[in-house]
Each structure stands twice: as structure tokens, then as C-alpha cells.
């Protein structure tokens, strides 16, 4: 076994003496990276760009083969038992269709080391695989299911015409009673009578001869079939039950230690989730990988961050080299276990940012009121935060209930409409409904960008594992239009104001900082860009027909940044 600190970089000498350890560990999901981390990620980049032994394709490299596949890295600063302090690195998910390299620690559990049992298993189910596709493939089982499609078909026509001859023979035996029954006498009715019910019980048999013949040479063809899906069938819930038996076995393999070495498995961390099962890929995120790696081997952690290197993927918004925090879906509920009884930086959404930010009045009568948010106060009371423009207006009014029409994200500042009545509050709520509301943002985007106005329609859905983020997803996305023009450019910034045609969550800073819409990123974007002092994000311009008079009225804000 090697020794493991050949995992660890340690710091050059020198580099580090006038930099301060910091009291507490991050806080994984909102973070300023620690000057060492900044060190740390400055090497592990470089090494990434001077690299030839990882034969994996980031999209950096045109023209380069393979398929693109941008990567998180994370980086843990340590400190040995010896005191010494370096770093760990660490990738999210295969790097190369390799689980471990040597510049990195390796996985909690590596699936891919030969003779493992996820190998075997995974051999098994793919011959599994291999035998339905086989059967599907069997030249007889094709051509049996062509009979049974054109044997349907062909019964169903000839049992339609034979029903519409049996009706035409029926009009005509009616015909016949109709014209003779006043001609002939009643002996001889009656012998014609008796040879109208012949005609009608001969056609009714021969229906019934053609039906029979059609439910047997189906039914014969449909036994056959079946004889192949049962055993597809059959083959299918044997590779459910293996894949679910795996699952479980990878999932108890997964287990994760804490600064007291106390173990927990994946199963157990995420059975008292909403999910009550680990979603895909939990466990194998750079920051769970760097812990487990020091708490093993009993190496002290410091601080952490993560970036993404290589190219943006097509739904999420990826910039090469910035840094993220660690993913809430997947990564939380391990980390609220492997950071049990550490000191850690305070969690940033339990402080209500908005405290002391004061909320301006625009415009107040009997109906509504027009109100100016500052930036980070929300707008309905929060999960763990309860001050809000709802809260304020609340205290403020002694019998008026606020009644909430629409919402800006906490970050952004600017207008807001609020309603004092029921009647209001349904009026103007379907000017929003039918997109009949003018509104204008006013936004500072983080480069100069190309033309002058357009139109960005990225279709957009939550991303279910690192909430509260989006993704742009063409086949599952609700439509998300907006339209831009440019106020202002520098040589490093644009001013730009944006149209939103329709309300998505954070479509404004989606369509900035996605690689489809505008590329770049709104200055101070914390989620999709790089955090500054606030969010440059402003709702400027509202207007909308009054519930009462029926006037068009509008109102303006300028932003303050």
C-alpha cells in the first residue's frame, strides 16, 4: 500500500508564512475561497494545463477526439500530523473512465478495480442484455409479429365487409317482405318466410365461421409471440431485480467517515431525505472524496473550494476556471454527516441579508401599493429567514392584509406591486397572467458583449439536484423569452436592459450567463457568475392598468449601481 501522503502537495516553503489559518472549516455551498485554497486551486490548475497522462477531453483543446466532458475539481488544504499544511485534490465523478489517478485521492468506494464485485455484476447484466437483444433481433420473432400486425389488419377489413354484406342482405330480406306480403297468400307467405330465415341464419353462419377462423389463426400466431415476450419479459425483470440488488450493494459500500471516524452509508444518509434514496452519482463529488481522504488518514481539514475546468456542459451554466459551491442535492445530506462536530463558517441563508436595507414606497392608494425592494430582502417570508416585503407591509398595515401579485429573486432589487384588496389582487394579477404588464430590468452584465439587441428563448427547468439553480432543457424546459438591448458598453462591462416576455425563475440570469443566450454572466450573479457586492440586477420600469380607474399607470426606479 502506498503511503498517503504521496496524495498530499505540500506548499513550497515560504509561499504560505504570512497567511493565516482560518478559525473554522467553509462553509461548503456559499463561500469565499481562503487565500490557501486560492494557492492550492492556482497549482492543481496549472498541473492541469501541463498535463499528458490524462487522456480525457475537458473541450479545451480544438478538434481534440473524444467526447467533451467538462469536470468539477475540488482542493482541501490540510495539515498533517506533523503540522505541515498542503493540499488534497480531488475530481467529480471518472476522470479518463478511470476512478483514480495518482495527482488525486482516490474514490470512497472505486466500483472499477478489477475482479470488483460491481464488474461481475455488471458483466452479468450485460449478458442479460445481450439475450434480449437476441430475441428481439431473432429473424422468427420479427416475422411473426409482421403476420400478427397484418393478419390483424386483414381480419379487421374482412370482418368490416362481411358485417356491411350481412347489413345490405338484411335490407334486401326486409325489400322482399315488404313487396310480397299483400300478393301471395298466407301458405305460401309462410314457405317464403321460412326461406328468408334460412338466408339470414346461412349468412349469420358464415359470419360466424369467418370469425372463428380469424380468432384461431390469430390466437395461434399471438401464442408464438407471446413465447418470445414472456421470455423478454421474464429476461427484463431478472435484470430489475440484479440492478436493484446492485444499487443497494453500491449504496451500503458508499460509507463515509466524520471527524470522529464514525461511519455512515449512503442508504443510511439519504433514507431521512425527501429523496429516501441516493440520487445518481451521490458519493462520488470532489468535497466528500477530499474528506473522506483526510479523515481516513486522520489528515486535519482547513479550508476547501471547488472550480470547474473545460468546457460549459449544454444545460447548466459551467465557466472554466470560476468556482462553485458544492452541489445541494447530492452532496448536502453527506456533508451535514461528515462535517458533524467540526467548526464551520456560518451558513450564510440563515442571516437575513435585508436587515437594516430599507424598503421605499413609490406609489400607495386605497388598492395597492408600489414599493422599491433593496437587493437581498425577500420578497415572501423565507423557510429560515422571515423578514420581507409580505412581513414589513404587514406590521405597517393594522387591517390590511398585503396580498403578494408577484416576486422578485432576493437579490434583485426594484418594483414591486402589492394589492390591499381581493379585487385588486385578481385584476392585476391577470394583467400578469396574460402578460399585459410592462416590465423593464436594468441589469450590468460581466463583459462587453457582441450587437445590440435580440431575443434570447431558452426553454427552463429547476435543476433537481442542486436546487435552487436552473437548467436550460430543450425537451422538459417551460418556454422562457426575453427580450435585450444594450444602454451602455465598456471595455469590460455591458448595461443592458431586458424585456422578460415570460416569468421564469432566474430567467434573466439564466439567458445572461448561459452559453446559448448571452454569455455573460450578470456582475455579482453568485449562482451562474462570480459574487461581488450585490446582484446587478434591477426591475426599473412597471407599468400596468389600474384596478379601479382603469388608467394605464407606470412606474420608474433607477437602479443604484
Known amino acids: 500500500m502506498s503511503n498517503p501522503k504521496d496524495r498530499i502537495t505540500y506548499f513550497p516553503e515560504g509561499l504560505i508564512n504570512d497567511i493565516d489559518l482560518p478559525e473554522r472549516f467553509t462553509f461548503p455551498f456559499f463561500y469565499e475561497p481562503h487565500p490557501l485554497t486560492k494557492i492550492a486551486t492556482a497549482q492543481l490548475q496549472e498541473y492541469l494545463e501541463n498535463q499528458t497522462d490524462l487522456n480525457h477531453n475537458f473541450g479545451l483543446i480544438e478538434n481534440q477526439p473524444g467526447l467533451v466532458i467538462g469536470k468539477m475539481f475540488g482542493v482541501l488544504v490540510i495539515q498533517d500530523e506533523e503540522g505541515r499544511l498542503g493540499y488534497l485534490s480531488a475530481f467529480s465523478g471518472k476522470l479518463a473512465d478511470s476512478n483514480d489517478h495518482p495527482m488525486f485521492v482516490p474514490p470512497v468506494f472505486d466500483m472499477l478495480v478489477e ?16 439475450k434480449v437483444k437476441e430475441i428481439e433481433q431473432d429473424e ?22 362481411f358485417k356491411k354484406r350481412l347489413k345490405s342482405n338484411k335490407a334486401y330480406r326486409k325489400s322482399l317482405r315488404d313487396r310480397r306480403k299483400n300478393i301471395i297468400n298466407e301458405t305460401d307467405y309462410a314457405r317464403f318466410e321460412a326461406y328468408l330465415i334460412r338466408f339470414s341464419h346461412y349468412d349469420n353462419h358464415q359470419f360466424s365461421l369467418l370469425s372463428n377462423q380469424w380468432k384461431k389463426t390469430l390466437e395461434e400466431v399471438q401464442l408464438e409471440v407471446a413465447k418470445y415476450e414472456n421470455t423478454i419479459e421474464s429476461l427484463k425483470k431478472e435484470r430489475r431485480e440484479k440492478s436493484a440488488a446492485l444499487q443497494q450493494q453500491l449504496f451500503e459500500q458508499y460509507a463515509f467517515l466524520n471527524k470522529d471516524l464514525k461511519e455512515k452509508s449512503l442508504h443510511s444518509i439519504f433514507s431521512d431525505t425527501v429523496f429516501g434514496k441516493p440520487p445518481a452519482g451521490a458519493g462520488e463529488c470532489a468535497t466528500p472524496k477530499l474528506l473522506q481522504y483526510a479523515f481516513l488518514h486522520e489528515f486535519k481539514p482547513i479550508a476547501m473550494a471547488e472550480f470547474w475546468w473545460g468546457a460549459s456542459p449544454k444545460s447548466e451554466v459551467r465557466k472554466h476556471k470560476q468556482y462553485y459551491p458544492a452541489c445541494t442535492g447530492k452532496c448536502k445530506p453527506i456533508l451535514k454527516h461528515m462535517l458533524e462536530g467540526m467548526p464551520v463558517d456560518d451558513n450564510p441563508f440563515l442571516i437575513n441579508q435585508g436587515e437594516g436595507k430599507k424598503l421605499e414606497t413609490v406609489y400607495e392608494d386605497d388598492h395597492l401599493i408600489v414599493v422599491n425592494k433593496p437587493a437581498e430582502l425577500l420578497s415572501v417570508p423565507g423557510i429560515l429567514v422571515q423578514d420581507s416585503v409580505y412581513s414589513r407591509l404587514q406590521s405597517m398595515w393594522e387591517d390590511i392584509e398585503p396580498l403578494i401579485i408577484h416576486r422578485l429573486d432576493m ?20 394583467q400578469f397572467l396574460k402578460r399585459t404588464v410592462n416590465k423593464r430590468y436594468t441589469a450590468l452584465l460581466s463583459r462587453a458583449i457582441d450587437g445590440q439587441e435580440g431575443e434570447i428563448n431558452l426553454p427552463l427547468r429547476g435543476d ?3 436546487r435552487p439553480r436552473q437548467l436550460v432543457c430543450f425537451e422538459h424546459g417551460k418556454k422562457a423569452i426575453t427580450r435585450w438591448k444594450v444602454v451602455e458598453k465598456t471595455d469590460s462591462t455591458t448595461k443592458i436592459h431586458f424585456w422578460p416576455l415570460t416569468g421564469r425563475t432566474h430567467q434573466l440570469r439564466m439567458h445572461s450567463a448561459h452559453e446559448l443566450g448571452l454569455n455573460a454572466p450578470i456582475v455579482g450573479d453568485d449562482l451562474y457568475g462570480t459574487a461581488a457586492e450585490r446582484l446587478h440586477l434591477h426591475a426599473a420600469y412597471l407599468e400596468f392598468v389600474h384596478p379601479v380607474t382603469e388608467e394605464k399607470i407606470s412606474f420608474e426606479a433607477p437602479e443604484g449601481f
Not at 412 to 428: D, F, P, R
Request: glycine residues 4%; charged residues 30%; neutral net charge.
Open 464 to 466: 433537481l439536484d442542486n
Open 140 to 161: 422468427r420473432y420479427i416475422g411473426l409479429k409482421e403476420d400478427l400486425e397484418k393478419f390483424t389488419a386483414q381480419s379487421v377489413k374482412e370482418i368490416a365487409a
Open 115 to 130: 475482479d470488483s464485485f460491481f464488474l461481475k455484476e455488471q458483466y452479468i447484466l450485460n449478458s442479460i442484455n445481450d
Open 411 to 430: 437579490s434583485t432589487s426594484g418594483l414591486l406591486v402589492v394589492a390591499k384588496t381581493k379585487e385588486a389582487h385578481k385584476n392585476i394579477q391577470k
